[in-house]
């Protein structure tokens, strides 16, 4: 019989704001993060903003980073270190008092450490040829290494490893370590994702595949989901990060819960390496193996965090997809995508979003879908899609929906305890 899973720490590192209290605070009121790049020069470039964590130093940490501790680290890596740490101070664990071989990492990234590939390189094609690489070029780089650190801050000693599958990554870390739980292998899992690609060559990358808005008169708003003139995704970087816990386990020490997890999706579009399938037979098929997982009714489920990222084709897929899936029951649930305000976060956005819907269960209350101006005709906008404002609401159960490119689908599902 499986044991129960629950979340009973959170962190997030985010353009919304640098914790938890900031992030829900902006979330709620429906603040946009988009900015003009700081963090290189975007004259040639097609895409010009994006939602950069702002106001971030790691100066401000100096119980997680020293001097030389910095230096090991990619910017995807520190992000991960803050949520993680933010989510152990909240869950009230103290780890120095636990069996190590009971608590593990598993830790997303879609991309990884791209900034520190690229200054790599760059600094040896730009140089006379000789090869000088630092010692800690590939241990910054690699997109398990921040698992790597986190562990070793802590002492875990558990399953530790990273998930990579574009932007579904951090869900299904989050999908494994309930899983490792549920079956008995640990008690604790710390979990999430992190991204940091906001550089010449993730811009320059995803604007090659025009999956990037270019609105940059207009980059408050250019993240619209379900809006008829959206044309793109704006990129975000930061990252989310949860404490994992067997429910006894976290019962007999008072620790605060935020929800349980009840069950978890995964599938493949098997149909094109960018686009999402036509059809959302692989988003059906990821919700619909969620919902079984739980053994729940369609019906129970109030609210959806939806990938919903602004693309053109992405929106249109993921709506019909929900409503395949619910039927009548679409019309009465709460949906949004907060991806309007916080951008893209790539292999963070499961868990940051998952982040969301735990807030939104807290708050009883749902994030809005900011920036819609024009309807869609291939849009129906009988479902609540929690336009402009934020909606009071009793949220008992919620669903968190990420796919990524390779037709990767990942769902996880929330219940209020």
Same mark, same amino acid.
């Given at each position: /019989?499986? #044991?129960?899973?629950?979340?009973? %720490?959170?962190?997030?590192? =985010?353009?919304?704001?640098?914790?938890?209290?900031?992030?829900?605070?902006?979330?709620?009121?429906?603040?946009?993060?988009?900015?003009?790049?700081?963090?290189?020069? @975007?004259?040639?470039?097609?895409? #010009?903003?994006?939602?950069?964590?702002?106001g971030f130093d790691v100066a401000d940490y100096p119980d997680i980073f020293d001097r030389k501790e910095v230096r090991k680290h990619d910017r995807y890596s520190l992000f991960a270190m803050v949520a993680s740490q933010e989510a152990v101070i909240?869950?009230?664990?103290?780890?120095?008092?636990?069996?190590?071989?009971?608590?593990?990492?598993?830790?997303?990234?879609?991309?990884?450490?791209? %900034?520190?590939?690229?200054?790599?390189?760059?600094?040896?094609?730009?140089?006379?040829? =000789?090869?000088?690489?630092?010692?800690?070029?590939?241990? #910054?780089?690699?997109?398990?290494? *921040?698992? %790597?650190?986190?562990?070793?801050?802590?002492?875990?000693?558990?399953?530790?490893? !990273? @998930?990579?599958? *574009?932007?579904?990554?951090?869900?299904?870390?989050?999908?494994?370590?309930?899983?490792?739980?549920?079956?008995? #292998?640990?008690?604790?899992?710390?979990?999430?994702?992190?991204?940091?690609?906001?550089?010449?060559?993730?811009?320059?990358?995803?604007?090659?595949?025009?999956?990037?808005? =270019?609105?940059?008169?207009?980059?408050?708003? !250019?993240?619209?989901?379900?809006?008829? @003139?959206?044309?793109?995704?704006?990129?975000?970087?930061?990252?989310?990060?949860?404490?994992?816990?067997?429910?006894?386990?976290?019962?007999?020490?008072?620790?605060?819960?935020?929800?349980?997890?009840?069950? %978890?999706?995964?599938?493949?579009?098997?149909?094109? /390496?960018?686009?999402?399938?036509?059809?959302?037979?692989?988003?059906?098929?990821?919700?619909?193996?969620?919902?079984?997982?739980?053994?729940?009714?369609?019906?129970?489920?109030?609210?959806?965090?939806?990938?919903? =990222?602004? $693309?053109?084709?992405?929106?249109?897929?993921?709506?019909? !997809?929900?409503?395949?899936?619910?039927?009548?029951? !679409?019309?009465?649930?709460?949906?949004?995508?907060?991806k309007s305000m916080t951008g893209h976060l790539l292999g963070a956005a499961g868990a940051v979003e998952t982040i969301v819907c735990l807030l939104a269960m807290q708050k009883n209350a749902v994030p809005p879908t900011i920036n819609f101006q024009?309807?869609?005709?291939?849009?129906?906008?009988?479902?609540?899609? $929690?336009?402009?404002?934020?909606?009071?609401?009793?949220?008992?159960?919620?669903?968190?929906?990420?796919?990524g490119f390779g037709g990767h689908n990942a769902s996880v599902l929330l219940k209020k305890i």
């Open positions: /019989m499986y #044991k129960r899973v629950v979340i009973t %720490g959170i962190g997030a590192i =985010t353009p919304l704001g640098n914790n938890i209290k900031e992030f829900s605070d902006n979330l709620f009121a429906g603040k946009s993060g988009a900015a003009p790049i700081t963090h290189f020069d @975007t004259t040639k470039f097609k895409t #010009k903003f994006a939602c950069e964590v702002k909240d869950s009230g664990l103290d780890f120095k008092s636990i069996d190590p071989n009971s608590a593990g990492v598993i830790w997303a990234s879609g991309i990884g450490g791209i %900034g520190t590939f690229f200054e790599e390189v760059k600094g040896y094609v730009l140089g006379d040829g =000789t090869p000088r690489f630092s010692p800690f070029f590939v241990p #910054k780089m690699i997109s398990d290494i *921040a698992a %790597g650190h986190i562990s070793i801050r802590h002492g875990l000693r558990g399953p530790n490893y !990273a @998930t990579v599958s *574009a932007c579904a990554s951090s869900n299904n870390a989050i999908i494994d370590a309930f899983n490792l739980i549920r079956m008995g #292998k640990v008690n604790i899992m710390v979990t999430g994702g992190s991204e940091a690609a906001i550089n010449e060559a993730g811009i320059g990358g995803f604007n090659a595949s025009q999956a990037l808005s =270019t609105r940059n008169e207009h980059y408050l708003t !250019a993240s619209r989901p379900f809006d008829k @003139t959206r044309d793109g995704f704006v990129m975000g970087e930061g990252a989310g990060g949860l404490i994992l816990e067997e429910y006894e386990h976290a019962k007999v020490r008072g620790a605060k819960i935020y929800a349980e997890i009840i069950g %978890g999706g995964m599938s493949g579009d098997a149909y094109h /390496m960018t686009a999402p399938h036509p059809e959302g037979l692989g988003a059906i098929a990821v919700m619909e193996q969620a919902i079984k997982d739980a053994g729940l009714s369609p019906e129970k489920i109030d609210y959806i965090n939806v990938h919903g =990222t602004s $693309t053109p084709l992405g929106d249109i897929a993921e709506l019909n !997809a929900v409503k395949k899936v619910f039927g009548e029951q !679409a019309y009465s649930m709460s949906i949004s995508s907060t024009e309807k869609d005709e291939q849009i129906d906008y009988k479902l609540n899609l $929690t336009l402009n404002q934020a909606q009071e609401k009793e949220i008992k159960v919620a669903l968190n929906n990420v796919f």
